[in-house]
């Protein structure tokens, strides 16, 4: 093997190893996009690694804004890839969730969602 093919499947190699270091929303309840009949109580976002819980949150609004979750957002201890945050009675509607986490390794990630409570 040429060294200059070495030094290509090394750099792939680490590409591949740092896309990994990031900690990206895996799965949520209510899901990504969906419509739920009965508003849930607490919602649960399950990410790709564990979680720092000193520098990890979540926050709920309304669709005029209005912060709807309780601010008790935090990891689980159990599953530090989990977070939960607990909200208001919900009334039909559309809710947008936003998250901002730092994974072990120090990698900051964010990002939102919708859900709509109602028919």
Do not use: C, I
């Not at 750099?11 to 896309?19: E, F, K, R, T």
């Not at 949150?57 to 912060?67: A, E, F, M, N, Y």
């Amino acid at each position: 093997m040429s060294l200059r093919r070495a030094f290509g499947m090394m750099l792939v190699a680490l590409a591949a190893a740092q896309a990994h270091a990031h900690a990206f929303l895996d799965r949520a309840e209510p899901r990504v996009g969906a419509t739920v009949l009965a508003a849930p109580p607490q919602l649960k976002l399950w990410f790709t690694q564990e979680l720092e819980p000193a520098f990890s949150t979540v926050k709920v609004t309304d669709s005029t804004g209005r912060r709807v979750d309780k601010g008790d957002a935090q990891v689980d201890p159990a599953n530090r890839a989990l977070m939960r945050v607990s909200v208001e009675t919900l009334g039909s509607g559309d809710y947008t969730v936003v998250w901002r986490v730092v994974s072990t390794d120090t990698h900051v990630t964010e990002g939102d969602f919708v859900f709509h409570v109602g028919r």
